[in-house]
């Protein structure tokens, strides 16, 4: 039996081919648990046949377990596909959407493949998967292709086990399958034969275009024509927040940006994710697309779609999500025409339906090692393996960049990004990933995980399912156990949760923790100093305000001097005012967030004093780094009464302004600043070890975004001689606290 990722991936036809090869007699079909395989022949020649599985797997084929036994021989001389029983407990892996293959790219363009520019080609080794699917198993009738008959001709294909496109559910040709439509913004059919050129042509002329894909819509212009992003931009109230580009070939993305050789095996991978690559000085494209910040968010085609209109009429179009702010991203016809009003001329759609929401994944290479910062389509639902077996747990994460975990098993099944849930548009796809949850992993688990805030809204969702229990786990501990869980290990370690904001046992805000933490529990041994955020979220949204906080908290009453100096508090604002609203805490909660404290940098620095979205401040402070090393600023470590670390960085911060004030370059400030919490880190992680003798760490929370931070961090912390486990597979940020929470409250089960 095998079990995984094994149907609706060309895994039948794979085994029937294998034992053919080897001359075996038996059979393969499908169950609900897996994939049963009976064979039968010479020993040599079944040793042969399994190394040949194991070795030449189908590229969406992934096989998480094997287990086998003799039985008697029939002398069984022939090999069968045979019909699916459908006895048994369901445990089969859904293969994530993925771009189109070489295979079917090599026929979509030879003009006499009947398949010749056809937008919706497709095999059991590439195409859409989750996002079409309306329930388990995963056969033709239960997706959103059930309503296109097969034509002879795709029904030969379907039926033959030597075609690749033997059981490939989403299979269809210009006779039987979907086909592309343009529509105006009133949602009425545009009069064309020809919907993509008509659609290249509205690109040419600066026109905003709502493009359906595999898992939404996007919102597409010429990312060559100023005039079309400053547009995009002005109607999606997206004012200076990079913009994701599709680029045609490898050879442009050169053009743009530095590419090393594992952004560029991401690049071209089957999951296509958005990659951030550092900008290179160019005028191939708009200047607004990502503006100040360092990193280009870049992406190759991956469905036919895509290369028919970037096929010789555009290097580069932008191709962000389909939304508006802190909604999900648009997936109906209606849906968009309703949604995108005033912000899409014109509508590029086709009738095969999206049932699954999935954005485009986003990943990072920190330290030569792939980092997910956004994991969705490609990657979803393919499950994490665990180290250990778990009961089963819901897990419905934090309030922003929300997705959800289900465990089963050895397994973690996480969701497509959701994203913030501050819209009832965010709220009803939260509800909607719930129930998919439950239907890919086909479980209903009665036992809920959710984030300790009591205003969450994943929290309140919690306590309403009514399950048998629910377990609140506190945010940054969350953050830690994801880590672990993804590394697969256990025990005690030396956990690094550095974030913005998260809910504190104290009732003050986190975010620059140093924990003692295992899979059950955890102590807070080290913090960064508190520091007072001056109007609450009107600080987070305006970073001047935590500047002035950091220099009183490094001055004392001289702040107000330093900060004229270095012209931080807006004209007309009464520094006064200021001083008593920081010095008496009015609408002023205390944090020892880790983003914060690179917020008010970037504000002292000059960089950024408002924002438009978040980390846009952290990420200018970074942008404006280019050498490798810096001087260390002073910080310093105490202890306060209950013998908790404190970490004091007010001294860098009094460091800093000492050389903006003699001119130093932003860029060695920035650099220097970092080294300064990387080797912070490095000196609080040994101070506890000393106390513990603990010589592992994991680094967990969105801070750890930031390549510069990582890289830096990872390796002051490995000289001092510690075992350091990061993010590869799970978003360092929110987007992975939901499998910290599942992890926790699973072994918090287990153990009772």
Request: hydrophobic share 40%; glycine share 8%; with cysteine.
């Amino acid at each position: 039996m095998f079990s995984g990722i094994v149907q609706g991936v060309g895994f039948r036809p794979f085994i029937y081919r294998q034992a053919i090869q080897n001359k075996l007699g038996g059979f393969v079909r499908n169950r609900p648990d897996g994939v049963l395989v009976e064979v039968e022949g010479a020993t040599w020649d079944i040793d042969s046949f399994l190394s040949g599985v194991r070795r030449d797997l189908p590229p969406l084929a992934d096989i998480t377990n094997i287990s086998a036994l003799d039985i008697e021989t029939t002398h069984d001389k022939v090999f069968r596909i045979i019909p699916s029983d459908a006895r048994g407990d369901g445990d089969v892996h859904i293969a994530p959407d993925v771009a189109v293959c070489a295979d079917c790219l090599k026929e979509f363009f030879n003009p006499l493949d009947r398949r010749y520019q056809y937008p919706f080609i497709n095999c059991t080794n590439c195409g859409p998967r989750l996002t079409i699917i309306k329930s388990i198993p995963y056969d033709r009738i239960n997706t959103s292709m059930s309503c296109f008959p097969l034509c002879p001709q795709c029904q030969s294909e379907y039926e033959n086990p030597v075609d690749r496109r033997f059981h490939a559910e989403p299979n269809a040709c210009p006779v039987c399958g979907p086909r592309i439509q343009i529509l105006d913004q009133e949602g009425n059919p545009v009069d064309t034969t020809d919907p993509i050129a008509a659609a290249v042509n509205k690109l040419k002329d600066g026109k905003v275009l709502a493009i359906k894909g595999l898992g939404g819509f996007h919102l597409c212009v010429d990312a060559a024509n100023n005039e079309a992003v400053e547009r995009l931009r002005s109607r999606k109230f997206r004012e200076e927040k990079p913009l994701a580009i599709m680029i045609s070939n490898l050879e442009t993305v050169k053009l743009i940006g530095q590419l090393n050789s594992e952004e560029e095996k991401l690049l071209t991978s089957l999951q296509r994710p958005i990659v951030l690559i550092k900008k290179k000085i160019t005028n191939i494209i708009s200047r607004q697309v990502a503006p100040g910040v360092p990193h280009f968010g870049v992406m190759l085609p991956y469905t036919p779609l895509h290369y028919l209109l970037l096929e010789n009429n555009f290097a580069v179009l932008v191709m962000t999500s389909a939304n508006q702010i802190d909604e999900p991203i648009c997936i109906s016809n209606r849906e968009a025409v309703t949604r995108l009003k005033g912000i899409a001329d014109y509508f590029l759609v086709h009738n095969r339906n999206i049932l699954v929401r999935c954005d485009d994944s986003i990943v990072m290479v920190a330290g030569g090692k792939q980092q997910i910062l956004r994991r969705s389509r490609g990657f979803v639902p393919r499950p994490i393996a665990l180290a250990e077996s778990f009961p089963a747990v819901l897990a419905l994460g934090p309030q922003l960049k929300a997705t959800q975990c289900i465990l089963k098993d050895n397994f973690a099944f996480l969701s497509p990004h959701i994203g913030d849930l501050e819209t009832p548009q965010a709220r009803d796809f939260f509800s909607e990933s719930i129930t998919l949850m439950k239907k890919i992993t086909e479980s209903d688990p009665a036992v809920i995980a959710c984030d300790a805030h009591p205003a969450y809204y994943s929290t309140q969702v919690a306590e309403a399912l009514a399950p048998v229990k629910v377990i609140r786990v506190q945010h940054h501990h969350a953050h830690i156990v994801s880590c672990m869980a993804e590394n697969r290990i256990s025990g005690e370690v030396i956990g690094l949760a550095m974030d913005g904001t998260g809910y504190g046992l104290d009732g003050n805000a986190w975010g620059g923790e140093f924990l003692v933490a295992n899979e059950t529990g955890f102590r807070r041994l080290g913090h960064l100093k508190y520091f007072v955020l001056p109007g609450g979220q009107k600080a987070i949204q305006e970073p001047w305000r935590i500047a002035a906080s950091l220099l009183k908290s490094a001055y004392g009453n001289a702040w107000p001097e330093i900060a004229a100096r270095l012209d931080i508090i807006p004209s007309g604002f009464d520094s006064k005012l200021l001083d008593k609203i920081i010095e008496n805490k009015i609408n002023s909660p205390l944090t020892s967030g880790l983003g914060r404290l690179f917020d008010g940098v970037a504000a002292i620095m000059g960089l950024r004093r408002k924002v438009s979205f978040e980390g846009q401040a952290a990420m200018e402070l970074e942008g404006c780094i280019n050498e490798t090393s810096g001087t260390t600023f002073p910080f310093e470590i105490k202890r306060d009464a209950e013998g908790c670390f404190i970490l004091d960085m007010s001294g860098a911060i009094r460091s800093i302004v000492d050389e903006i004030l003699k001119g130093t370059s932003k860029n060695e400030i920035s650099i220097s600043f970092h080294m300064t919490v990387a080797r912070s880190f490095a000196a609080m992680a040994k101070e506890i070890s000393a106390i513990n003798g603990i010589k592992r760490v994991a680094l967990s929370g969105g801070c750890f975004q930031n390549r510069i931070l990582l890289e830096n961090s990872v390796a002051e912390l490995e000289n001092a001689g510690f075992t350091v486990y990061c993010h590869k597979h799970v978003p360092a940020n929110d987007g992975g606290i939901a499998l910290g929470q599942a992890v926790i409250a699973g072994s918090i089960m287990k153990g009772s």
